[in-house]
Nanobody, 120 residues
């Protein structure tokens, strides 16, 4: 089970840190990803991190503003978001896959999502 937290309402230019806590099984050997879905839009890739944390990938729209990290001892993944923009408003989901991927269908486990709203 994956549970996201840390979402909320923030002004443009602000920061938030999302947390994804895993329980029921260990995800330390899985690649982890963050995706987001805005109203009326398809779910889109945000960031992914390898099981060791040694490799990361980001969507161009968040590169330089967002940072994905993980703490395998805590079975937790983070998404630090800075310089938030209104277009970052979405429900953010964390997910687990057997390998690094930008493609949602490659992720077998998903959280329920946390809402991030950025006001202008």
């Amino acid at each position: 089970q994956l549970v996201e937290s840390g979402g909320g309402l923030v002004q443009a230019g602000g920061s938030l840190r999302l947390t994804c806590a895993a329980s029921g099984r260990t995800f330390s050997t899985y690649a982890m990803g963050w995706f987001r879905q805005a109203p009326g839009k398809e779910r889109e890739f945000v960031a992914t991190i390898s099981w060791s944390g040694g490799r990361t990938q980001y969507a161009d729209s968040v590169k330089g503003r967002f940072t994905i990290s993980r703490d395998n001892a805590k079975n937790t993944v983070y998404l630090q978001m800075h310089s938030l923009k209104p277009e970052d408003t979405a429900v953010y989901y964390c997910a687990a896959a057997t390998d690094l991927s930008r493609v949602a269908v490659n992720y077998a486990y998903w959280g329920q999502g946390t809402q991030v709203t950025v006001s202008s």
